[in-house]
């Protein structure tokens, strides 16, 4: 449907009945329509969309949990891209809803007039005009503020953040509230007449200008971490892998480039919307959500390693257990499951120290075991529980699996 051409109210006033018979647009020449089985691109539009909300999910909810049930630490990044999230899957739901029951993603002739027209197709072309400005420059301001926290201690970083975040924010301010006002249907406006209007058709001539913006922040905020990372005091293996982490926006910043590259193509050849509109919704719901997993990954990666410390830990503990067992050791080890306490009274205190073990605050090496103890009686009515436990320094400094390893420890009052 080309601009200037159809009139709305025309459309309008034809009985649907009639609407199921008209093509929706004239073929090239030597091509035949095919209304019984045509080519489309909805499988493909699909199925990479499930496959990447998918991957947003997983990796949006172990972020979730690890900031609000591990780490209890919620900052405003997480707020950014949860917001962020949420609009992708409004957009999401739009281009499936146009896909199944619209056009998009099929040659204009071989689909008729009805499936243009109809309330799929119109809130699609609605929805994921108003949607993906929001979604994406949350998204990427999610990704600022993490690399704000992350990088804080380098100036040169943060005064990075701070242009791109102001320059971003500005970009899609301004973008969102101009998509909003544009693209809604003006007042005595049906949805028909919103798509088919000026204002609608003139703010899709800044779909190219959009897209080269939305593009260089993707590649801005892939090439930051970079010098930050190897600058690093770690091994450059730990190098590689950090830079690993943050290389898995790297494909979002493709997607804006392959979906920029798509855009242009549709606008140089509008003859044939509905097919030229399903690869730009295609690679912007990838940009989306390959952004949301970004943003997520470094959290993921603090929960699995943090899950594998602990895991750790638990299997050196039941070896020592197993080997206190066999071979009969005199030192003294309570597991999490006896009932036998040691009791606190007068007296002087003693504890068992060797190459390997020491107490937490005297902790100096990769290591250390915490063995039972001859407690002294205080005057004090308590009981305390102790038991043999490994850690490595790595753990001790991970801020999820410290509480682990001093939850270790208890004290109860003794009653009576």
């Given at each position: 449907m080309?601009?200037?051409?159809?009139?709305?109210?025309?459309?309008?006033?034809?009985?649907?009945?009639?609407l199921?018979?008209?093509?929706?647009?004239?073929?090239?020449?030597?091509?035949?329509?095919?209304?019984?089985?045509?080519?489309?691109?909805?499988?493909?539009?699909?199925?990479?969309?499930?496959a990447?909300?998918?991957?947003?999910?997983?990796?949006?909810?172990?972020?979730?949990?690890?900031?609000?049930?591990?780490?209890?630490?919620?900052?405003?990044?997480?707020?950014?891209?949860?917001?962020?999230?949420?609009?992708?899957?409004?957009?999401?739901?739009?281009?499936?809803m146009?896909?199944?029951?619209?056009?998009?993603?099929?040659?204009?002739?071989?689909?008729?007039?009805?499936?243009?027209?109809?309330?799929?197709?119109?809130?699609?072309?609605?929805?994921?005009?108003?949607?993906?400005?929001?979604?994406?420059?949350?998204?990427?301001?999610?990704?600022?503020?993490?690399?704000?926290?992350?990088?804080?201690?380098?100036?040169?970083?943060?005064?990075?953040?701070?242009?791109?975040?102001?320059?971003?924010?500005?970009?899609?301010?301004?973008?969102?509230?101009?998509?909003?006002?544009?693209?809604?249907?003006?007042?005595?406006?049906?949805?028909?007449?919103?798509?088919?209007?000026?204002?609608?058709?003139?703010?899709?001539?800044?779909?190219?200008?959009?897209?080269?913006?939305?593009?260089?922040?993707?590649?801005y905020?892939?090439i930051?971490?970079?010098?930050?990372v190897?600058?690093?005091?770690?091994?450059?293996?730990?190098?590689?892998?950090?830079?690993?982490?943050?290389?898995?926006?790297?494909?979002?910043?493709?997607?804006?480039?392959?979906?920029?590259?798509?855009?242009?193509?549709?606008?140089?050849?509008?003859?044939?919307?509905?097919?030229?509109?399903?690869?730009?919704?295609?690679?912007?719901?990838?940009?989306?959500?390959?952004?949301?997993?970004?943003?997520?990954?470094?959290t993921?990666?603090?929960?699995?390693?943090?899950?594998?410390?602990?895991?750790?830990?638990?299997?050196?503990?039941?070896?020592?257990?197993?080997?206190?067992?066999?071979?009969?050791?005199?030192?003294?080890?309570?597991?999490?499951?006896?009932?036998?306490?040691?009791?606190?009274?007068?007296?002087?205190?003693?504890?068992?120290?060797?190459?390997?073990g020491?107490?937490?605050?005297?902790?100096?090496?990769?290591?250390?075991?915490?063995?039972?103890?001859?407690?002294?009686r205080?005057?004090?009515?308590q009981?305390?529980?102790?038991?043999?436990?490994?850690?490595?320094?790595?753990?001790?400094?991970?801020?999820?699996?410290?509480?682990?390893?001093a939850?270790?420890?208890?004290?109860?009052?003794?009653?009576?």
């Open positions: 080309s601009s200037g051409i159809i009139d709305p109210k025309l459309i309008g006033s034809i009985p649907l009945a009639l199921k018979t008209i093509p929706a647009g004239q073929p090239p020449p030597g091509i035949q329509p095919n209304f019984a089985d045509p080519l489309t691109r909805v499988p493909v539009i699909l199925g990479v969309g499930i990447f909300i998918i991957l947003a999910v997983l990796c949006f909810s172990v972020r979730i949990y690890t900031k609000l049930v591990l780490a209890k630490n919620w900052k405003w990044d997480d707020l950014t891209c949860s917001l962020g999230f949420m609009c992708s899957i409004v957009y999401f739901v739009a281009v499936v146009g896909c199944i029951n619209g056009a998009a993603g099929r040659h204009i002739w071989d689909v008729f007039l009805d499936k243009t027209v109809n309330n799929s197709s119109l809130y699609q072309s609605y929805i994921t005009t108003i949607m993906v400005t929001p979604a994406l420059g949350l998204i990427k301001s999610s990704l600022f503020i993490q690399y704000y926290f992350l990088f804080r201690p380098l100036r040169w970083i943060r005064i990075c953040v701070w242009i791109g975040a102001t320059v971003s924010a500005i970009f899609y301010i301004t973008v969102t509230i101009t998509a909003f006002v544009m693209n809604s249907p003006w007042p005595g406006e049906s949805f028909l007449d919103d798509i088919l209007s000026w204002h609608y058709l003139e703010f899709a001539q800044f779909s190219i200008p959009t897209g080269v913006i939305g593009m260089l922040v993707d590649w905020l892939l930051l971490p970079i010098p930050a190897l600058t690093l005091n770690v091994s450059m293996a730990k190098k590689f892998g950090i830079l690993i982490i943050f290389m898995t926006g790297g494909l979002a910043a493709i997607a804006s480039t392959v979906s920029l590259y798509y855009r242009i193509q549709l606008q140089d050849n509008f003859s044939d919307p509905t097919w030229g509109i399903g690869y730009v919704l295609l690679w912007a719901q990838i940009e989306m959500f390959a952004g949301v997993a970004a943003s997520s990954m470094p993921v990666n603090q929960f699995f390693t943090s899950q594998n410390s602990l895991i750790t830990s638990w299997r050196s503990s039941l070896k020592h257990s197993f080997t206190h067992l066999l071979t009969g050791s005199t030192r003294e080890k309570l597991p999490d499951h006896n009932s036998n306490f040691t009791d606190w009274g007068e007296g002087s205190t003693r504890i068992s120290k060797g190459s390997e020491m107490r937490m605050k005297d902790l100096k090496s990769n290591g250390y075991e915490r063995n039972a103890v001859e407690a002294p205080m005057g004090s009515s009981i305390r529980l102790t038991q043999d436990i490994s850690v490595t320094q790595e753990q001790l400094d991970d801020t999820l699996f410290r509480p682990a390893a939850g270790r420890h208890f004290d109860y009052p003794q009653p009576g």
